[in-house]
């Protein structure tokens, strides 16, 4: 089934447009990673964010097929000039990231069959009304949702809107923690699986969803049970921890994983152990520095090893690491004694 699927999806791809309007899939990487374009990429028809496979052309790629078969697809995560980092779930599952050719990769329509029934949520988001919704109260503001849409995505909101609880007599949620536009977001997620920059423009200009946002949409997710919001809010974090070892951003990579660790986000917490341990390399004398430039997620762990024993990381995650290593040994320090 997984093999027919990946031919399904190599077909969809031959000589297909790439989707027009701001409007995207939630695909993880849709959240986790802004669709940008590059010069060395644009007259290839993709950018990071979007999904490609290796070009029907190419028997042999540059850097090796690794664990990469014809018709995988796998989510663009950085671009370097002429090279493709890629995450592949088929190779290491997905981490450390394939590298290819700008040259050897094609895009992958991820829209597909569904943007029918895609085009019937969103307008059913779009006419959303005061009249006919239940209302969410955020710090700033209101939003509107339907009843049986909540009811149909979350047997929590189904138990909360029966006639006799409180928000099912009143027709009205409390969520005042929360800013208007986190709930537009979780909303767009919940009725339609896709993402709209517009819904955060105004906190956070640009096409990539802000940090805390995706953290907040996650754990609202999680509270009410929305599985399909929160498996795809829980990837994305995932490639952001990808990204953040793709580029070297070491100080971002421990930011996600913090926060990760203080919103118990078991996933993506036990994703950045397995990120460091698969790419530790077992001889003690080897040096980072000696790598792949291109490709710093090869020796990730080893980078964060370094870091771990200088005691260079925050509390959370030198105390999360020793599930790998030991505690790192303290600095001495001495006193005269007079």
Same mark, same amino acid.
Request: aromatic share 8%; glycine share 6%.
């Given at each position: ?10 077909f ?21 990673? *802004?669709?940008?374009?590059?010069? !060395? ?28 078969e ?32 700008? !040259? ?22 779009a ?28 047997? $929590? ?12 007599? &009143?027709?009205? =949620?409390e969520?005042?923690?929360? /800013?208007r ?10 009725? &339609?699986?896709? &993402? ?9 200009p ?8 995706? #953290?907040?949409?996650?754990? %609202? ?13 829980t990837?994305? =974090?995932? %490639?952001?921890?990808?990204k953040? *070892? +793709? ?14 660790? *203080?919103?118990? #986000?078991? +996933?993506?917490?036990?994703? *950045? ?8 390399s ?14 710093? &997620?090869? $020796? ?10 200088? /005691? ?24 005269? =004694?007079?």
């Open positions: 089934l997984a093999q027919a699927r990946r031919r399904l999806s190599a969809a791809s031959r000589d297909t447009p790439h989707a027009s309007g701001s409007l995207r899939m939630a695909d993880p990487r849709n959240m986790a990673l *802004a669709k940008t374009r590059t010069s !060395s990429a644009s007259h290839c028809g993709y950018g990071v964010g979007d999904k490609v496979r290796v070009r029907d052309s190419v028997r042999d790629p540059q850097y090796g097929w690794g664990d990469v014809w018709g995988d697809v796998g989510s663009v995560v950085c671009i370097k000039q002429d090279i493709c980092l890629v995450s592949f779930p088929t190779h290491f599952a997905g981490f450390p990231l394939w590298k290819g050719a700008v !040259s050897e990769l094609q895009y992958v329509e991820d829209v597909g069959m569904f943007s029918g029934l895609i085009d019937v949520n969103q307008r059913l988001f006419n959303r009304s005061q009249d006919e919704c239940i209302v969410i109260e955020a710090s700033d503001g209101m939003e509107y949702a339907h009843k049986s849409v909540l009811a149909a995505a979350s047997d $929590v909101f189904g138990g909360m809107f029966a006639p006799n609880m409180r928000e099912g007599l &009143t027709g009205r =949620l969520l005042r923690s929360l /800013r536009a986190v709930l537009t977001v979780f909303l767009r997620l919940l009725y &339609t699986g896709m &993402t709209d920059p517009e819904d955060w423009s105004a906190d956070a640009g096409e990539e969803l802000p940090l805390d946002m995706l #953290l907040a949409v996650t754990g %609202l997710a999680r509270k009410y049970m929305v599985v399909h919001v929160w498996d795809a809010a990837e994305a =974090l995932k %490639l952001r921890l990808y953040a *070892a +793709a580029e070297g951003k070491l100080s971002d990579f421990q930011e996600i994983w913090k926060q990760a660790i *203080a919103g118990s #986000l078991d +996933a993506v917490r036990m994703a *950045a152990v397995q990120m460091v341990k698969d790419t530790v077992p001889d003690e004398d080897d040096d980072c520095d000696e790598r792949d430039d291109d490709n710093p &997620t090869e $020796v990730w762990g080893m980078r964060v090893k370094k870091k771990y024993e200088e /005691r260079a990381l925050c509390p959370e995650i030198l105390f999360e690491l020793q599930v790998l290593w030991p505690p790192p040994a303290r600095a001495r320090k001495y006193r005269r =004694l007079v």
